[in-house]
């Protein structure tokens, strides 16, 4: 094995090189996309270390749960499933079969960057931090001489090196284990995993940079990792070779394969594609891939096409919950607007890279059509996919599950299963919640800008003075979002009185009343471009409170969205409800139950659903008669339906559906019409 590189002694300008974890300049931990000093981005992500969520908020909650409950199940399945067994294997350190996907080793590493967050923030974990020098010290081990790493080719297929790019995932894997090192070395967890991302990085500059071989792979996660990667060290050869692999992408050298070249994104050049297509989770980290790279690069073009593609995606191909992919044949994107609520296989990972794409366009422009996105992702695609118990994943998250339904595979499961011959889901649900609070803020040469809200307290220098903002909320639950701002000290005691900056406040899309009060007086501040922006010279103490209307939105699907016609979502803030066969009377049929739109829809608390603090009450009537034996399949049109007396509906929120207890779902509920209700 050659001897570790040592780190680069000419790194770009404020560029983090390996020795220090701080790419800021200012003594802050960053978190896992970090633009360059010279990049077009025009918001600046705040450090790991600057943002703290608060436990009593839920997004607190979640991050606890995620460190007691997710991160350590993610270990011990990792340990249990052979993965680790895998790696010792290609160590020569046990006669191990292979066990699992060929690309278990993924696994293995967004775990560990989950691992290396979590210990940023909570350093106090000793079962955590030996899990990561130990496999640290492992993959060391299993990694060749040459830099070469990947337990499945080197233990079951040591022939097939390199020779099946379409489908062997080698790139994919080592661009997983270069963001877990990214990761480490950020938090300074550990400096070994770097040092094997980087022997592996060098090999691929080797094999595939300048007049090396032109193949790019199956499925894209590496170029947005090797950009990272320069960031963090400033080594240009890895921000050219993402960008080669993105030139190379859609010139058919992946074949036909089983889906054809739009599975892979290899049908057209990245820049001129009009539409999203093909694998949902590859398209995703393809484009996340782009923006990184056009920021970097100074390429307009690709972030043009990321743009154009995000209206393709998000205007005629995203669930309400903001999930992605219709199709379960081949986990993909369908036509415009095929978006059938029962068959949508609207896969978690999808959901986090949408989250993860929508966070890099965020920084490159600063519009808060991307911040909403990545709300509307969290509260509903991405938290849909966990347990009540954080231990339970889903992998595809339908809006529809229907009364009898016998989906089969893992991946149609009609409950969370605790782990999956296909692993991707938890430990990449693991990664982003360990790092969500480096996701909350931003700031700019102006100020600071609050864009995803939770109870948290956030840190930044601002105007050259350091500044704390504390959040206290209960959103997205209420309205309510309570900010006191406080002014520190002057570094230098003799310099002048810190001037005015801006504190950003982000007004969501889907709220059309609001009222902001500064210390009690209520404000005119007329939202621009989605945010409100407050600027003054900040008094220590100084308190902002917001107060967004929520109302219960009965939300129609575009007309062209021939699955859910008739049928309307209820959503409340950010957050989509549906209905669960759990809140019915006994004997009832899920399918019969229509909404009635006349009658107001009321949010409030049952006590006897302590772990929902907000249900929604809807007026509703059954179907008679709908599923007697003997009724006709078919009918003639215009005989219209019978309807009982009426009842009273309970919606819960979609991300909350399952944990009761199985049975079916609905997010899109039929109306009743007028003339059809008795």
């Not at 080793?105 to 979590?118: G, P, R």
């Not at 899990?131 to 640290?136: D, N, W």
């Not at 080797?206 to 947005?224: K, L």
């Not at 923006?291 to 972030?303: A, F, K, M, P, Q």
Request: negative net charge; contains cysteine.
């Amino acid at each position: 094995m050659p001897e570790q590189k040592p780190p680069d002694t000419q790194a770009a300008p404020g560029v983090q090189t390996i020795a220090e974890p701080d790419s800021t300049g200012l003594g802050h931990r960053t978190g896992p996309v970090v633009p360059g000093p010279e990049a077009l981005s025009v918001l600046r992500p705040l450090g790991t270390d600057q943002v703290r969520l608060h436990p009593d908020g839920l997004l607190g909650r979640w991050g606890r749960r995620n460190a007691e409950d997710t991160l350590p199940h993610c270990v011990d399945n990792l340990r249990e499933h052979g993965n680790l067994d895998n790696l010792a294997a290609a160590a020569g350190e046990s006669d191990a079969s292979f066990s699992g996907m060929w690309f278990a080793d993924s696994d293995v590493y967004k775990t560990l960057e989950a691992a290396a967050w979590e210990l940023g923030t909570s350093p106090g974990d000793p079962a955590l931090r030996s899990f990561v020098e130990e496999t640290a010290a492992l993959l060391a081990r299993a990694q060749q001489a040459d830099g070469y790493l990947n337990s499945y080719f080197t233990v079951a297929a040591p022939d097939e090196r390199w020779r099946k790019p379409d489908w062997s995932h080698e790139l994919y894997c080592a661009g997983h284990l270069v963001q877990a090192a990214v990761a480490a070395a950020r938090t300074g967890v550990s400096p070994e995993l770097l040092a094997v991302a980087r022997r592996l990085a060098d090999l691929l500059v080797e094999r595939f940079g300048p007049d090396g071989v032109e193949e790019v792979c199956g499925h894209p996660e590496i170029e947005t990792a090797l950009a990272e990667l320069y960031r963090l060290t400033g080594h240009r050869p890895y921000l050219e070779l993402a960008r080669r692999f993105l030139d190379l992408r859609g010139h058919g050298r992946l074949g036909h394969g089983r889906f054809g070249p739009a599975y892979y994104q290899d049908h057209l050049p990245v820049r001129d594609a009009g539409e999203v297509t093909g694998h949902a989770v590859r398209q995703l980290y393809l484009l996340a891939g782009m923006v990184d790279v056009g920021v970097e690069t100074g390429d307009h073009t690709l972030l043009d096409a990321a743009e154009r593609l995000w209206d393709d995606a998000v205007g005629r191909r995203t669930y309400v919950t903001g999930a992605h992919g219709s199709r379960h044949r081949d986990e993909a994107y369908g036509d415009p607007y095929e978006l059938p609520p029962d068959r949508a296989y609207a896969e978690t990972c999808a959901a986090i890279a949408s989250f993860q794409w929508n966070w890099r366009l965020l920084l490159a422009t600063g519009r808060a059509r991307y911040a909403d996105e990545m709300e509307r992702v969290l509260y509903n695609a991405v938290a849909s996919a966990i347990s009540s118990d954080g231990r339970h994943f889903f992998y595809s998250n339908p809006l529809q599950l229907r009364t009898g339904h016998t989906g089969s595979g893992e991946e149609a499961a009609a409950r969370r299963l605790s782990w999956y011959s296909c692993a991707c889901c938890p430990p990449n649900i693991a990664r982003l919640l360990a790092s969500l609070h480096g996701y909350l803020a931003t700031s700019d040469d102006d100020g600071l800008q609050i864009h995803l809200y939770g109870s948290a307290t956030v840190s930044a220098t601002v105007a050259g003075r350091p500044v704390q903002v504390e959040t206290r909320t209960d959103y997205p639950w209420h309205g309510r979002v309570e900010l006191t701002v406080t002014a520190g000290e002057t570094a230098d005691e003799t310099s002048e009185e810190a001037g005015p900056w801006t504190l950003a406040l982000r007004v969501p899309s889907w709220c059309d009343v609001y009222g902001v009060r500064v210390d009690g007086k209520p404000v005119s501040a007329p939202a621009r471009d989605g945010y409100i922006r407050l600027t003054r010279a900040w008094a220590p103490g100084t308190k902002v409170v917001l107060d967004f209307d929520m109302p219960v939105r009965q939300v129609s699907a575009h007309p062209r969205v021939d699955a859910v016609r008739g049928c309307v979502a209820l959503v409340r803030g950010p957050l989509v409800y549906c209905l669960e066969q759990a809140d019915l009377p006994s004997g009832t049929v899920l399918e019969d139950l229509r909404l009635a739109a006349h009658v107001p829809i009321t949010a409030s608390h049952r006590e006897d659903l302590p772990d929902v603090p907000v249900v929604l009450a809807a007026g509703g009537t059954l179907v008679e008669q709908a599923g007697d034996p003997g009724d006709p399949l078919y009918t003639l049109a215009g005989a219209g339906e019978r309807h009982g007396a009426p009842l009273t509906l309970t919606a819960v929120p979609y991300f909350l559906w399952g944990n009761r207890s199985e049975g079916p779902m609905r997010v899109w509920i039929p109306l009743a019409s007028p003339d059809d209700q008795s």
